[in-house]
């Protein structure tokens, strides 16, 4: 007599499995969400052995074909060029513009053969309308409304691309997993399938995936461990500016990234990506500090500003945009124990220029002198960059990158260097002053 098959229940959401029926599922915390299914068979078939192949082995071609899309900083930061074969994830918050970047590219690389866009987002006319809008007409690019994914890999197999776009794999569906489509099990069998597809017929996939601001559960992080490579489209959607940086990359560096403007035409690549960030050429006006962070192997040159104004509340406001609030504060904390300002009489607020997002502790001191300037009512000295990360006492800590900054803004044509004392006797330059300060004091009496 066969063993009688206990039950399993699935969450409708997640795919969470349970041989009991649960009111809240402990993955996504769905409520409500399980049903019935019948439980997975084991396989019980022996299994042959596997052959390994030795590393030396002649049988097989060694190719890394890239193919490039001629967006100079696209291909950089994918370490030269999309490779043959590969599967790669392009995320970004909504509305950042990942459907414009791989229409771009899909319309560039049509010209050399077929592209096969896929969308589960947009019907063909809003496609049609966006290419129109960016100038991209080809016979060879086209386009495919379609959620199942089962249907995908059959049109990629029968009409074999050379370049497979995914928009966006959130909107995928396949019959091989349960859930909603957007959830976990849904979007990584998704992804999958998409990764079989690309390694073995050799045709790159391009999925697009979408990053909620709170990193939903079934956002691409999920699948970032399957794909060759993760990139980030970042920026602020006001703004022009937009970063498209890699977060992994098994065929290159994950130190790369690329700046684009966000054109009516599309998105353009900055070829003088540094000075992306710094207001109009000139002098500074009170209350700005440029500062340098490194983004990958890339000295950014970013303006950060302040306004101290007197208060008319109990409790002075804060308001920091472009940079962590809590950092912002802890600097103005710091400021008013260490250098006596008297920050608590003023409602303050920062900036960081172009929606940049200041992550880098590196830009502590610029924050700090921006402050120190607006409260003093006096600009900071020109053609300065100041960089460096601010310890609790007013201490000014090293950061990585110095000696790529100055290099590189001095080739930019600042002249003035305001940096940790740890790098005196380490870090030269002719023709630029270098001002190694240990603390807030010396630092002010070098910017003021
Ligand atoms: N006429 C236009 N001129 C300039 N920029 C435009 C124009 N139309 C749209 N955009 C830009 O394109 C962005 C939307 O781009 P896109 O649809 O490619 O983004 P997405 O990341 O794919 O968004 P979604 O999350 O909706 O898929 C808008 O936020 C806007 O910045
Ligand atoms: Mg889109």
């Known amino acids: 007599m066969g063993k009688k098959k206990s039950k399993e229940y699935v969450c409708t959401v997640c795919g969470y499995r349970s041989p009991i029926k649960l009111g809240k599922c402990p993955e996504c915390g769905s409520w409500n969400s399980f049903a019935e299914v019948e439980p997975e068979e084991k396989s019980r078939t022996k299994i042959a052995p596997a052959k390994p192949i030795s590393i030396n082995s002649n049988s097989i071609k060694i190719s890394e074909e890239r193919i490039k899309t001629g967006m100079e900083e696209f291909d950089r930061v994918l370490g030269g060029g999309i490779v043959k074969g590969s599967i790669i994830l392009i995320g970004g918050e909504p509305g950042i513009g990942k459907s414009t970047l791989l229409l771009q ?3 560039i690389l049509s010209k050399n053969g077929k592209v096969l866009y896929i969308s589960g ?12 809008r960016l100038g991209i007409s080809s016979e060879s690019l086209f386009i495919l409304i379609e ?9 990629i197999l029968a009409e074999n691309p050379n370049l497979v776009i995914i928009d966006s794999v959130q909107t995928m569906q396949t019959a091989e997993a349960e859930g909603a489509p957007g959830s976990v099990s849904q979007v990584r069998e998704c992804t999958r399938i ?7 017929k050799g045709i790159p996939v391009i999925l697009v995936g979408h990053v909620t601001k709170k990193g939903g559960i079934a956002g691409p992080k999920t699948v970032e461990h399957m794909v060759d490579g993760v990139f980030y489209l970042e920026g602020e959607r006001m703004d022009v500016m937009r970063l498209f940086r890699s977060v992994k990359n098994r065929f290159g560096t994950t130190n790369e990234a690329g700046i684009f403007e966000m054109r009516e035409k599309g998105l353009v690549e900055v070829k003088n990506p540094s000075l992306a960030f710094i207001s109009d050429e000139g002098t500074l006006p009170i209350g700005s500090a440029i500062t340098a962070v490194m ?3 890339l000295p950014l040159f970013v303006e950060v500003q302040a306004l101290a104004t007197p208060t008319y509340f109990p409790i002075p406001r804060r308001v920091a945009n472009g940079m962590d609030y809590n950092r912002m504060l802890l600097i103005s904390a710091i400021l008013e124990k260490r250098m006596h300002l008297k920050i608590g009489g003023f409602d303050l607020y920062t900036n960081s220029v172009g929606g940049f997002k200041l992550t880098s502790r590196s830009s502590d001191l610029a924050v700090a002198v921006s402050i120190m300037s607006s409260v003093f009512e006096k600009p900071v000295l020109e053609k300065s960059v100041i960089f460096g990360e601010l310890g609790l006492g007013g201490e000014v800590r090293p950061t990585i990158g110095a000696e790529r900054k100055v290099k590189q803004g001095k080739r930019l044509g600042f002249k003035n260097f305001v940096l940790p004392a740890f790098f005196k006797g380490k870090i030269e330059e002719k023709d630029a002053n270098l001002f190694f300060v240990k603390d807030l004091n010396e630092t002010k009496e070098v910017v003021f």
């Open 105 to 107: 590219i899909a319309g």
């Open 194 to 200: 998409a990764t079989e597809i690309s390694k073995t």
């Open 147 to 155: 959620q199942n994914m089962e249907k995908i890999k059959e049109t």
């Open 121 to 132: 987002e947009e019907s063909y006319l809003q496609i049609r309308m966006r290419a129109n």
């Open 295 to 297: 983004e990958g192997t």
